[in-house]
């Protein structure tokens, strides 16, 4: 059977009808063979950067697997940033990159990179080097990808592979199931420690959303009367609001109430979190010394943080297993709701001076304004910079699949093409971008994606010309000149930059006019880029919310 015709076809064959990537002479074979089904889609971006990262917004808004395909060398080092955030953000994807020719491999053949370059950015680098045991390989990395922890998996295929007629050998039924039950043993003796404390706390992550745990969670908290308080990937586990149970988000910008639920609580249950440098401030947040600590990842256990109790577990079968033993226990439990909104309630007052109505509009005016604007069950894709760590003190997020940010990897340029991913994972829903001019213009070019994929995404840009946040510390700490890293002297025209590519513009300079404006077309069955601009000398939230 021809080489190319069977990845694609086993690709089908494992539910994955999206493909991402950039065709090259390399990657022909692929597109040939995707172009004779209708069952799978071929979604060309310009620039591999975004190959990645559209995939990553298929996977976090969807839970289901998606698939890129680049061409060596170039392209297949342009897809390593989005392949370390799925890595880190623990989202699985297959990339296919095609390999040099082995006979010509060592000798600089064109677009050529060692194989092992890959090895650090994915969950596992497997290389084909007989063509007959391609699809073997392939189902290998898809099983490796789909199995938990997930993660993104590369699959080289040598280029003359793809045209080649050949037997092919038939895989081998590789397991998806990872860690499976909960010691028993370690279960009780959570149980105890958690049903013995007064004001327990819960400290939720991306692992919730990966094992689709949110009822257990909420069940457990209910429980046990703890507040929860999530990670920059746990974020919208829970439904953020005023009568649920979150208190707020783990980050260097969380305010010194959040910091205090979390020192003053004589018991906490970490669950589906890695305790990564970035959001506990390198692991200077103090935490309770009960500390029960659920991962999936035993090199997790003891990473910043030693806990009285480490479960190596699936955070759906933990929860459950928990909730199980404590309905055998006394606890003392809280009122977690009102915990929660003591918490909240001191981190709106806190930006309550950051709330303004004329221009130019802090980040905090312009996110609650489109908070307000956009149903709550739209899905919503954020960049980093300045206003997503804003964002995540005042943008309310609705649900475990409803929200994408980067977690530690932390790179900008994500928002758009994680945009594009989620709408094509979800064609029915409502796709909000949140982007700083400064992520944008790192992946601009998927503007002309969204128009050319007849993608009805709603762009929000915050534009305050400035890398601000690099600015500001540029100021502050040395010896640079107030808006060190601004372009005020080149702005962009973003409504004319829109319109070359073929989408609506807007633009929006108050909160009534951002309300107003989205309300209008967020619905609206075509691309529209809405520019809100900002104040470049608003304060950073870092700073602000630790006064």
Not at 36 to 45: E, G, K, L, T
Not at 221 to 241: E, I, N, Q, S
Request: hydrophobic residues 40%; negative net charge.
């Amino acid at each position: 059977m021809n080489v190319g015709r069977a990845v694609i076809e086993r690709l089908a064959g494992d539910g994955i009808d999206t493909v991402f990537g950039i065709p090259g002479k390399q990657t022909l074979p692929l597109n040939e063979a995707i172009g004779a089904r209708d069952d799978i889609r071929f979604v060309v971006a310009r620039h591999e950067t975004a190959v990645t990262h559209q995939a990553w917004g298929y996977a976090e808004t969807s839970g289901e697997l998606a698939a890129t395909a680049v061409v060596p060398g170039p392209g297949d080092m342009n897809a390593m940033n989005g392949l370390k955030n799925a890595l880190n953000d623990c989202t699985p994807l297959v990339h296919i990159a095609v390999e040099t020719e082995p006979a010509i491999r060592g000798g600089d053949g064109i677009h050529e990179t060692p194989p092992d370059t890959y090895d650090n950015v994915v969950k596992e680098n497997l290389l084909v080097e007989r063509p007959g045991s391609t699809i073997a390989v392939l189902e290998e990395g898809i099983a490796a990808a789909e199995t938990a922890p997930k993660g993104p998996v590369r699959v080289g295929i040598p280029k003359n592979f793809l045209a080649m007629d050949v037997a092919l050998a038939t895989p081998a039924d590789y397991s998806r199931n990872a860690v499976s039950g909960v010691a028993d043993s370690d279960v009780e003796a959570a149980a105890d420690r958690l049903a013995g404390a007064d004001n327990p706390v819960i400290v939720a992550g991306g692992g919730i959303r990966a094992a689709n745990a949110s009822d257990e969670l909420r069940r457990v908290a209910d429980r046990l009367g703890a507040p929860v308080v999530t990670t920059y990937k746990g974020k919208g586990v829970l439904p953020d609001g005023s009568d649920g149970y979150v208190a707020g988000t783990l980050s260097g910008s969380a305010s010194p109430e959040l910091f205090s639920l979390l020192a003053n609580a004589d018991a906490a249950l970490a669950v589906g979190t890695d305790f990564d440098a970035v959001a506990t401030r390198a692991w200077s947040v103090d935490v309770p010394e009960t500390l029960v600590h659920v991962t999936l990842d035993p090199d997790d256990l003891g990473t910043g943080y030693a806990p009285s109790v480490g479960i190596v577990a699936d955070a759906r079968n933990a929860l459950s297993a928990l909730e199980e033993a404590l309905s055998d226990r006394a606890v003392s439990t809280g009122d977690a709701i009102e915990r929660a909104s003591v918490v909240r309630t001191a981190t709106s007052e806190r930006v309550e001076d950051l709330r303004v109505s004329s221009a130019p509009l802090t980040s905090v005016s312009a996110l609650e304004a489109i908070r307000d604007a956009v149903p709550r069950e739209a899905i919503v894709a954020a960049d980093a910079g300045g206003f997503r760590v804003w964002g995540l003190n005042v943008f309310e997020a609705a649900g475990p699949r409803s929200y994408v940010n980067p977690g530690s990897w932390a790179t900008m340029g994500t928002g758009l093409p994680s945009g594009i991913g989620a709408q094509l994972a979800n064609p029915e829903d409502d796709v909000l971008v949140l982007t700083g001019d400064g992520g944008l213009m790192m992946c601009v070019h998927e503007l002309h994606t969204i128009v050319a994929e007849d993608l009805p995404i709603t762009v929000v840009v915050f534009t305050n010309e400035d890398y601000a946040i690099i600015s500001d510390d540029a100021e502050r700490n040395y010896d640079l000149e107030t808006g060190e890293y601004n372009w005020t002297n080149a702005p962009i025209d973003f409504a004319t930059l829109a319109a070359s590519l073929g989408l609506r513009a807007e633009r929006a300079e108050t909160p009534s006019a951002i309300r107003s404006t989205l309300e209008s077309v967020i619905d609206a069955d075509e691309p529209v880029l809405v520019e809100v601009p900002t104040d470049p000398g608003e304060p950073q939230a870092s700073d602000w919310m630790s006064d």
